[in-house]
């Protein structure tokens, strides 16, 4: 089956099934994908052993989580893209997250032929954790 005939809930099934290691550490999971909007939702798991300061999750965990759910945003859009390398990142802590789940939502601002820009938000509890943007290489 050509990936052009995908419906969305086939992109999420791919995408879930081909974790890379750092996305599995994170406990990623893809729960909704909008190929028209072009926005991935994925819900992530922060444990003890992310946190310094006792209960805080480092802002690595942070960073890596939104680059993540970015990244997988114009990935899981078919014929776009094969993967991505992150050109330039910048992220935005409103506060503290705790360990437990977490939402992230990523889209894609825009898009050319090898360059796309992209935003994300990472909640806990409905309170909004911190924001990114994105400009990645889009590679075939």
């Given at each position: 089956m050509k990936e052009r005939q995908?419906?969305?809930?086939?992109?999420?099934?791919?995408?879930?099934?081909?974790?890379?290691?750092?996305?599995?550490?994170?406990?990623?999971?893809?729960?909704?994908?909008?190929?028209?909007?072009?926005?991935?939702?994925?819900?992530?798991?922060?444990?003890?052993?992310?946190?310094?300061s006792g209960d805080v999750v480092q802002g690595g965990y942070i960073t890596g989580m939104l680059d993540a759910v970015m990244a997988y945003s114009v990935i899981g859009i078919p014929d776009v893209c094969k993967m991505?390398?992150?050109?330039?990142?910048?992220?935005?802590?409103m506060s503290a997250g705790r360990p437990g789940p977490m939402l992230a939502k990523g889209r894609v601002i825009h898009r050319g032929r090898s360059i796309a820009f992209l935003a994300g938000e990472l909640y806990q509890k409905n309170r909004l954790i911190a924001t990114a943007t994105s400009t990645v290489k889009l590679l075939k």
């Open positions: 995908m419906g969305n809930d086939a992109i999420l099934e791919r995408l879930n099934a081909d974790w890379p290691a750092s996305v599995a550490t994170l406990r990623g999971v893809a729960v909704a994908f909008s190929e028209s909007d072009e926005t991935l939702d994925m819900e992530f798991e922060a444990v003890e052993m992310f946190c310094h991505v390398a992150t050109l330039e990142i910048k992220v935005n802590f």
